[in-house]
């Protein structure tokens, strides 16, 4: 992995070379999990001891060889976010148990056999602060919510603020204009008969200055990055005003708030479809992938530092879902290709059902930087049916160029705008906070390029996808993929909608497409050609 540390920031290189960073995997005929997206170069990461099929017991060393410090999970439970850790085995059932260690683009899993004997093994208890989330920013008096789990009934947990002990009970009353604005850490333990210990923490932001989170995009320095500037959204009044992005993907993380204004997300809205399905207990808000918020940032903007990197369609409304993206698994959890997909149509069907009802004020676009290589036909006909109700579904085509029929499902459907991935020459390296914005002349189009790894087929329409700049887990990285120039048609959509009110699917797609600059490759390629923000909205 390539750093570079510009002004106190973490700025990581990060090359998508599939669909999305996740963790789309397929099974072997054991059900362990194995990766079927190519990981970005030296993001890397290996569970070095135990090994699979390895028989363990008493307390065993987990090592655990990778790029950047890895999140380990045990039996789909999140421990922590280590390279080595000290597991008790006693504490779990004789048997086998998954180890997962994951980075934001790669993933490793072992099976183990853990043999102590048998015997009843008794559990700590398991602490959740259930209310406010890690990362929430509050207010005024907020209810602290704690539940505990275990085979001694009616434990009671002690809560603290700040290492202060607040009190035992499983909810709390906390009058947050006692305390300074700033971050404060809840604790919560519950200790059972046998003396076993279980905890959690969560951070939360105080901000009783009236702002809701203690920043607004209002107060920073606004700053155009160049992948906006060349397709001219800055020659343009429009924000997005009245339109709404239903993101499908990896959800948002924790710390959004950090990047993001709370009044452009619709959280009430939003979903994680592998929570509410017992695939994971992670909520929209929950991912620790990072490709969902890189692509929020992309629409809508972010905030870096003292500045506000403009997004596509600043007023836009964000709906995140956290969608199933993998394949793989054991048992109960195991997650099927026809269990993806359809989940994919669940989402777009719930994207309708809200344009129908909760958000019909709103003229809505669908966001999926996401793909995979077979087709399903609840899938197909959710699309037909988004678009049918005016309702754009914006698709990468792919990272998987240059070679020619390559674009993946969705993005083949004619239904869909397929959108293929443009760089810049002098901007493929690093090039630091200033170089973020580059100034691009005026109607200039000599350096933009299609990437070669940009998939090639049907193609509608081109943006910026190689080389951006954007949060992500942990940082901000320099992040390519068609992930990313997909997001930015979304929001030039959003724009269209504002300046030519509700129109047909066709209509717009045909008026951005009239609009496009040719860069001279052929359609397979960059589709009409190269998205202009002015053009489509003039």
Not at 70 to 80: A, C, E, V
Not at 314 to 326: G, H, P, Q, S, T
Not at 473 to 481: E, F, P, V
């Amino acid at each position: 992995m390539k750093l570079k540390q510009t002004f106190g920031l973490l700025f990581m290189f990060v090359f998508v070379s599939s669909m999305f960073l996740g963790s789309v995997a397929i099974a072997d005929n054991a059900g362990s999990i194995e990766s079927a997206l190519m990981a970005p170069p030296n993001r890397y990461v290996s569970i070095t001891s135990p090994v699979n099929g390895d028989t363990v017991s008493g307390t065993v060393t987990i090592t655990i060889d990778a790029s950047t410090t890895p999140t380990l999970y045990i039996d789909g439970s999140r421990i922590d976010k280590v390279s080595t850790y000290n597991w008790d085995t006693t504490l779990y059932s004789d048997g086998q148990h998954v180890i997962e260690a994951k980075v934001p683009g790669n993933v490793d899993t072992v099976t183990v056999t853990v043999s102590n004997g048998g015997g009843t093994v008794n559990n700590p208890p398991t602490v959740t602060i259930t209310a406010p989330a890690d990362g929430a920013t509050i207010s005024g008096t907020y209810t602290i919510t704690v539940t505990v789990e275990d085979e001694d009934a009616g434990l009671t947990p002690d809560i603290y603020i700040d290492d202060v002990y607040v009190t035992t009970g499983t909810s709390y009353d906390w009058d947050t204009t006692a305390y300074a604005d700033g971050s404060h850490t809840i604790y919560a333990e519950a200790t059972d008969s046998e003396g076993l210990t279980g905890s959690d923490s969560n951070t939360a932001t105080v901000d009783n200055s009236g702002s809701g989170q203690g920043w607004t995009k209002d107060t920073l320095t606004h700053k155009t990055p160049w992948w906006n500037d060349v397709i001219d959204t800055d020659q343009t009044s429009y924000t997005g005003a009245g339109t709404v992005v239903v993101v499908i993907d990896t959800g948002l993380v924790p710390e959004w708030r950090d990047y993001f204004p709370e009044d452009n997300v619709l959280t009430q809205y939003c979903r994680s479809y592998t929570d509410e399905l017992g695939y994971d207990n992670l909520s929209f808000e929950d991912d620790d992938e990072g490709h969902g918020t890189a692509v929020t940032g992309t629409v809508i903007g972010y905030k870096l530092n003292d500045y506000w990197i403009t997004g596509v369609a600043e007023d836009a409304k964000i709906v995140m879902l956290r969608c199933i993206y993998w394949i793989g698994g054991f048992g109960a959890n195991r997650v099927t290709e026809t269990d993806m997909l359809n989940n994919w149509a669940d989402c777009i069907n719930y994207a309708r059902s809200l344009h129908a009802n909760e958000l019909s004020g709103y003229n809505m676009v669908i966001s999926m930087s996401l793909g995979y290589s077979n087709s399903n036909s609840n899938l197909d006909a959710a699309v037909a049916g988004a678009e049918n109700e005016g309702i754009v579904v914006s698709t990468s085509a792919g990272n998987d160029g240059p070679n020619e029929n390559t674009t993946a499902y969705p993005a083949n459907l004619a239904d869909t705008t397929s959108v293929a991935a443009a760089g810049h020459v002098g901007l493929t390296d690093a090039y630091g906070l200033e170089g973020i914005w580059t100034d691009i002349p005026e109607g200039d189009f000599s350096g933009v390029f299609i990437s070669d790894f940009s998939s090639r087929g049907k193609v509608d329409i081109t943006g910026i996808g190689e080389n951006l700049i954007l949060p992500y887990a942990g940082g901000y990285y320099y992040i390519s993929g068609t992930s990313f120039s997909c997001p930015q048609v979304s929001g030039v959509f959003c724009l269209m909608f504002e300046a030519h009110g509700t129109q047909s699917v066709s209509w717009l797609e045909g008026r951005m497409q009239t609009t496009a600059v040719d860069l001279g490759y052929s359609s397979t390629a960059q589709g009409a050609g190269f998205v202009q923000a002015d053009g489509a909205t003039a």
